[in-house]
Every structure is written in C-alpha cells, then in structure tokens.
C-alpha cells in the first residue's frame, strides 16, 4: 500500500457524498494517464458520460487530484478532477474554428504546486524578456515563483548577469546553482520539503532534468547534449511527468517551452511589474495613453532613464497579449478558483516565516 500523503493529498479535498478513491496524475499520454494511488502505480481513462457531458469537469492534467474508480486488471476509471489549489496555464492559438473565428483555448501545464521554479541558463539562454513572461504568468498560478539560474559553473560574468536579472526580479527569490558541480543547490532546501510541489519551467536545454537528477542523487531522468554554440537541444522531457523525491518532496518536470502565450494574467501583471505601473497613475491626466501627452510620468521616466524602454514595450506586449487572448475566446469559462487569490508578497511573507 502507498500513502497518498506522501505525494500531497489532503482528505478534505473529497467533496462531501463522493464516491471512487483518490489518485495523482503522474503524467499524461494524450488519452491515458499514469496514477498513483493507494494500490500503486496504474493507468486510467476518462469517464467519457462525466467530462463530456459535465462542462464544469476540468480534464485532467499532471499535479491533478482525482477520484477513480480503481480496476487491478487494467485500466482504471477517471471519474471527477478535484479542486484545484493552483495551476500554470498558458493560451492554446491552435484551438478549434468555431465558424470562421479561430478560439484561443487555456491549456493547463500543471497542477497542485506550491513553488515555480522559473528556470533560465547563465550559459546562452539567459532570455530577460522571457523570464518576465516566465514570471507573470506563475504570479497567476497561485503558486510561489522562485528564480534558478542553472549552469553557474559556465557563466563567465555571473556577478553581471545577475544585476541584470535584478532589475527584473525585484521582490521574488533568486538562486544561481550547477546541478554538475552541486554548486547553490543547498539554497533551495526551503522549497523541497515533503509534501511540498515544484513545478520547473524553462526552454530547452536550461538544466530541468540534470536539476531533477542531482536532487533526487540519482539519474531518474534522461540528459541530453546541447549544441555548445547556442546552448539548445532537443526536448529532454517528452511529456510532462511528476516524480516524488527521496527526501519527500514532489516534482513536476515540463517539456522546454520557448514560446508562452499568455493567459488571465491581468490580475497580477502589477505584481511583476510594479516599478512599470507606478509612473502610470502619476500622469498629468487620467486618460493619458503614454505615447505624446504633456505630463506623461512614464514618458518621462523613460527619457530620464529611470525606466527602460525595453521594459516598457515588454509589458505593453505582455498586456496587449493577454487581452487579445481575453476577446479571442468563443465560449464562457468554468473558474477554477472563485476567490481572489492572496498576492505573491503574502505568499512569499508565509514561506519565510516557515523557514524561521
């Protein structure tokens, strides 16, 4: 028998009155998941008559808590996805015509975490306005970012390259590691406790897998060589997949992502950027649309230098993209989660005090 406990559930996340046992998705292949529930490792397929005729059923993805009805001589039965506490989401552009109008569907990467951890190179991939992307759309996961910076051991300025993540990363954690070297590895114990959840997230070639490896002190996940002139490869992790840890914490490991389309991210976008909308409300006038108003603050602090350009178009991108994803979107939308949730400064405040 396998304690579920072990991989994060919590009992009272079975509604009242529900029948089946709960389980973990482990990984997802297309229509099959891999489980982990008290009997074991197993597989299981959707319940077509509950998920496709319950519109408010969320389909399941890797992190997902879900009831099942457990079957020992094959597959068994996904019958309901339980409420989720967080999840990493991103648009789907290659969603279905609905007439001659393309939707924008919400592709959920993963589920049930407690820490992101937004992972770039110091070797080639060091991709600042990526990492802004990286870093608003985990803010609206519900989760805690952490910034890695892996591959420490091959950076030949890295006291430059992290001012340069600073002027980005104001108010989240960030840690430079090489998981070769063990370099800056113990600093992340404070996330890796059991029961806890990490998701990585990162392109291809950032280090996910041989991080996945060094902690878990042994190679549980496939590495791959990358083209020593730009750094990139092949996807190491084919699928998304969640691995326990022997010290009891949880990892998800996700597919390199170099393109993120955005999704609901307005909420928090001021999370990320905060020291971009803090010119916007000191404007001469309320109306003003920063581009060749009198009294403009943001045009103001870009000339003065306070405030880069590159920064501002980045977050007027970021922006314009989620709100084109927003008006795309054919269908209403089940919210997963009714309440607001609490802001990153009050999640960060209640990790620190776990660590006192």
């Known amino acids: 028998m396998i304690s579920l406990t072990n991989y994060g559930f919590v ?14 998705i482990v990984a997802v292949h297309k229509e099959r998941y891999a489980l982990i529930c008290e009997q074991g490792e197993t597989y299981g397929r959707l319940k077509s008559s509950a998920y496709y005729a319950d519109t408010s059923l969320d389909f399941p993805t890797t992190g997902d808590f879900v009831l099942i009805n457990y079957n020992p001589d094959g597959d068994s039965q996904i019958i309901k996805t339980l409420h989720r506490k967080t999840k990493f989401s991103r648009n789907d552009f290659s969603g279905h015509s609905v007439g001659y109008v393309k939707t924008v569907r919400e592709q959920v990467v993963a589920a049930n975490f407690d820490y992101v951890f937004i992972m770039q190179s110091l070797n080639h991939d060091l991709n600042v306005r990526r990492l802004e992307r990286y870093l608003t759309l985990a803010c609206q996961s519900g989760a805690i970012p952490v910034v890695v910076l892996t591959k420490a051991d091959l950076a030949e300025d890295s006291e430059k390259l992290l001012k340069t993540i600073e002027k980005v990363t104001a108010g989240f954690e960030v840690h430079s590691i090489s998981a070769k070297t063990g370099y800056g590895l113990e600093t992340l114990s404070n996330y890796l406790q059991p029961g806890k959840t990490i998701v990585l997230l990162g392109s291809s070639g950032v280090g996910k897998s041989s991080l996945v490896n060094a902690l878990a002190g ?32 949880i990892v998800i490991d996700t597919p390199g992502m170099r393109e993120l389309g955005m999704w609901e991210v307005s909420e928090r976008l001021g999370e990320v950027f905060a020291d971009v909308e803090k010119y916007i409300g000191n404007c001469k006038f309320s109306d003003c649309r920063h581009e060749a108003e009198p009294g403009c603050a943001v045009k103001a602090a870009i000339e003065s230098g306070e405030l880069s350009l590159e920064r501002w178009e980045s977050y007027l991108k970021i922006k314009q993209e989620a709100k084109f994803a927003a008006d795309k979107r054919a269908f209403p939308r089940v919210k997963d989660a009714p309440n607001k949730k609490p802001s990153i400064k009050n999640r960060q405040k209640k990790h620190k005090e776990r660590k006192l």
């Open 11 to 24: 009992p009272d996340m079975i509604p009242l009155n529900s029948i089946g046992i709960p389980a973990r």
């Open 218 to 249: 042994n190679e549980v996940m496939v590495v791959r060589e990358i083209r020593e002139e730009d750094s990139r490869g092949r996807h190491t992790t084919t699928h998304r997949q969640l691995l326990l840890l022997p010290n009891g914490s």
